[in-house]
């Protein structure tokens, strides 16, 4: 199990071009972060004729990429799937890809879909797109969703870029707090590029914006990212529970205290009395002088 500490960004963007993930990450490391998610995408809404045995892409290695870096970031594997019904079940549980990935985020892209994610679906996120930033959700499902431990999911770059995506995204954020007071809210980036990334105490104030309170907004790439990547873990590895109960010390009868072996042995008045009478019996016979048996002469006929 990894140790998550400090602040989080669960979505960066993969980007073939390593020198714009290394610079947005040089640019993490400078504000702060201390651990980044690596997003890819399958979209199994476009793909779902797909005659692939695993159409799930297989994890990035991001080891080289965190050597550069000297370890200052730890870099994590996430998985967005885009998905419409129930069917990506028999996607995901066949896939041994998707075992690969530190996090499990889903894009619904439907109220029904929505409903699934918050039900049965195994993630870590709900997260959204451009054509479903305004999609239906309940007030039942999300706190179903909360009981799970799975975050729901702000992105505040695309706000920074787009004037109409920040309206969207704003009236996400405001569903978030209507339906379950943005209960489980984490904010990611989702940035592009280095420019689009902002400090952990500017995306504590852009909270406010989102209808979080103060708390709220530095909980949300803090303490609720650490929760949910301890509880990626525990999925991943499985659930294990060890009792530990403590006794009281308990000492054998053949062993003996330090205070017993120094203890002078003490006999009863009956046992005195057998030594008298054993010390009188071995005097007794010391004077006695025992002379062996004669030999017996045989009779002559």
Known sequence: MHKYTGFSDLCVPYTESTKDLKEILK???????????????????????????????PAVDLTN???????????????????????????????????GYNLVAVIPTTPDAFNHACQT???????????????????????????????????????????????????RAHKYHSYGKSKNVVISSGAQNRFQVRGPYDIANLGLIFGLSEEQSKNAILALPRKVLIAADARRHGKAGIVVRRQQDVVDSDD??????????????????????????????????????????????
């Not at 990429?65 to 996430?78: A, F, H, M, T």
């Open 121 to 171: 679906m195994p993630c870590d996120i709900i997260s959204y797109n451009a054509d479903t930033v305004r999609g239906k959700m309940s007030r039942k499902y999300y706190f179903l969703a909360v009981s799970r431990n799975i975050m729901l999911e702000i992105k505040y770059a695309p706000a920074i870029v787009n004037s109409n995506e920040r309206k969207e995204i704003i009236n």
């Open 27 to 57: 640019e993490l490391i400078e504000l702060g972060y201390k651990n980044v998610a690596i997003e890819q995408t399958y979209d199994h809404v476009n793909n779902n004729g797909s005659k692939k045995s695993d159409p799930i892409p």
């Open 65 to 99: 990429i965190s050597k550069e870096l000297k370890g200052k970031l730890q870099l994590l594997n996430r998985i967005t799937i885009v998905y419409s019904d129930a069917s990506v079940t028999l996607v995901t549980s066949r896939s041994a890809n998707l075992r």
């Open 256 to 301: 003996y205290s330090e205070s017993e072996l120094n203890e002078e042995i003490q006999t009863s008045d009956e046992e005195e009395e057998e030594d008298e009478d054993c010390s009188a019996d071995e005097e007794m016979c010391e004077d006695e002088v025992v002379e062996p048996p004669k030999k017996v002469a045989k009779y002559e006929k």
